[in-house]
């Protein structure tokens, strides 16, 4: 492989129903690090850091009081970058592409550690890129997966009395329009995907389950976003639910809109936001060292109180100092059992499948034969003629591949009419009663 992602010993894996969380610091990296910091300083390392936009800035500021603070002798320079578009430019430096996430524009050569904002990322990217493997030092921060609705539609189910038992709420989600559910594409966002781990959790298994699931993912389509800030600007209009991170709702509140949204927490909690930090493969043992001790330092009250102003909780699902705790929200979101990687590999796999199945443009060309012998009547179907059941079969067809009484948005179909000699073709976009001649 090109550049610094070359292949290292796979380390081990804690996963937990929607994310991935990697054993702490031990105490050889960090006596490692001690080791840098005592030296004189002649040339600082350069660590350079690409986190979520949403924590950016509490690492930044972490960091700088870290560095002056400690006497180390190193720099920290930290930047914002999407999550999405991260994965897509570790993938294309890889060579594969992650489902729904496309190119990457951003170059991550000069990167020496990641924070994205799901450890989803990482699955993802080591499931297709095995030449992928960074060394995770466990998250940094936690925002829960939260059903975000408007606060007079969130008082109409209980809140804040009560929340209502997801598995209740995701055959509502299937089976009532009127909910109007939506969800942020779950192939480039992490909230999107994590709330379908957790529809996909809730509705069980079985037969009965497998229908109410893709029922709900067709809901969810229905009306899906690509980015967070466009679903945040659907609620009150096209958009009445749709899972977000808490984070997400704090800053929604935060900017005062005329209807506050209300956070509905699933109980227990099933999928968080993590904020793994991962030392990227290749990343010499200076800079290594470095990217422990500011891993140490980001463990701090100080940052969590700088999470705090974003919204966001410490990696023990803390609040901290002046967090704006949303309405009937737990002081501290307990930890997520732990699944085995490659079941919630698998599932990812399987729930981004079955998204693209559903949600992908598609089109569907009819043939049919109107010669004579098309005019021949079926006597054990009433009466009709061949063609007329052909239409019928066609028509039944088309209801099958569409999304189940709803519009198909994406879809087309077209039907063309031939008949010998030479099959001359018409074309009809819509079904007709008589079959007529070319």
Known sequence: MPGRHRHLQR??????AAALSIAVITGGAWAGYHEL???KCTAPVKLQVAAAAEIAPAIKTTADAWTKKDGS???????????????AAIGQRHG??????GSGKLDPSG????IPDSSTWLLRLASEAPGFVPTSLGSVAVSPIVLAVPEPAAKTLGWPAKTPALPDLVKRIAADKTLRAGIVDPGRDATGLGGLLAVAGAAGTGTSAATLKVG????????????RSDMTQKFGTTVGLAPLSEADVIDYNRSGPETPLAALYPQPASVVLDYPFAVMPGVDPEKAKAATGLRTALASAAFVAELARAGVRGPGGEAGAGFATPENAPAAIPPVATRDPKVVTAAITQLLGSWTAITQPGRMLAVFDVSESMKATVPTAGGLTRAQLTQGWRDRAWRCWTTAGRSATGRSRQTWWASAPGWRTCRSPRARQNVPRC
């Open 11 to 16: 380390t081990g894996l804690v996963v937990t």
């Open 96 to 101: 594969v592409s992650l489902e729904g996430v």
């Open 73 to 87: 002798c190193v720099t920290v320079a930290v930047t914002a970058a999407g999550p999405a578009e991260m994965a």
């Open 216 to 227: 709900a993912m067709r809901a969810l389509a229905a009306n899906s976003s690509s980015i």
């Open 111 to 114: 990167i020496d550690a990641w």
């Open 37 to 39: 910091s005592g030296k």
